[in-house]
């Protein structure tokens, strides 16, 4: 099945240290990658795209991510997390032909000053 | 408004119930996506419209579960008979034109339902 995996549960970061939040995809044909964030009392927003070309994306808030076909992997990273940056992380994934989206479960963010 | 706009943002509801849930797009956005939110879960699928049809319905969980969008911007999720189950957040998100792999779709804050 197409699906997209977050094997982190939960993850926890000093501010200001560096920040990389895992994503492994599983689709047949070069798929269409997302990363959302989910804030308290906030809807899910768009950090970032990924469907072919560079294989580094760059997103708002000063995260990128960098797809990897041999590990098929997309994950997400920022050099230094601010506190605000706490939140929910979904990956999502989806195939050409199917306007929609496939979430992760989700990886909750806490950061410690 | 500004953004997607979800009512209510609290729905508590009896077992057996019929609730219906509201959507309001971002003005002149073609597509609209209805998704569910489960308890420590990632958004699931529920329908896509275009307009006023619905190009794909293939998340719609059961017969219980109904939704309509008649003039193509307000959409209403319906569902009938409620059961425990369907406790969840669901959610709602806009996008201009195509679909969300496209274009960047935009979701509201949801609406939390309860069925007691």
């Known amino acids: 099945a197409q699906s997209v995996t977050q094997p982190d549960i939960h993850i926890t970061v000093s501010e200001g240290a560096s920040l990389e939040l895992r994503c492994n995809y599983s689709?047949?044909?070069?798929?269409?990658l997302f990363w959302y964030v989910q804030s308290p009392g906030q809807g899910l927003q768009l950090l970032l795209k990924?469907?072919?070309?560079?294989?580094l994306v760059q997103g708002i808030k000063g995260f990128e991510a960098e797809f990897k076909r041999s590990q098929s992997s997309f994950n997400l990273r920022k050099p230094s997390v601010h506190w605000s940056d706490a939140a929910e992380y979904f990956c999502?994934?989806?195939?050409?032909?199917?306007?929609?989206?496939?979430f992760g479960t989700g990886t909750k963010l806490q950061v410690i000053p | 408004g500004a953004g997607v706009s979800q009512t209510p943002s609290n729905k508590v509801t009896e077992k057996g119930k019929y609730v219906e849930l509201r959507c309001d797009p971002i003005?002149?956005?073609?597509?609209l996506y209805w998704y569910r939110q489960s308890l420590g879960q990632g958004p699931e699928f529920l329908i896509y419209?275009?307009?006023?049809?619905?190009?794909?319905d293939s998340g719609l969980p059961n017969d219980r579960f109904f939704a309509v969008r008649p003039e193509g911007s307000v959409s209403t999720l319906k569902i009938q008979r409620t059961e425990r189950g369907d406790s969840a957040v669901y959610l709602c998100?806009?996008?201009?034109?195509?679909?969300?792999?496209?274009?960047?779709?935009?979701f509201g804050q949801g609406t939390r339902l309860t069925v007691v």
């Open positions: 998100a806009s996008s201009l034109t195509g679909g969300m792999l496209d274009t960047e779709a935009f």
């Open positions: 689709y047949g044909a070069t798929p269409y």
């Open positions: 990924y469907f072919s070309g560079d294989t």
């Open positions: 999502a994934g989806g195939s050409g032909g199917y306007q929609k989206v496939t």
């Open positions: 003005s002149g956005h073609t597509a």
């Open positions: 419209f275009q307009g006023t049809g619905a190009a794909d």
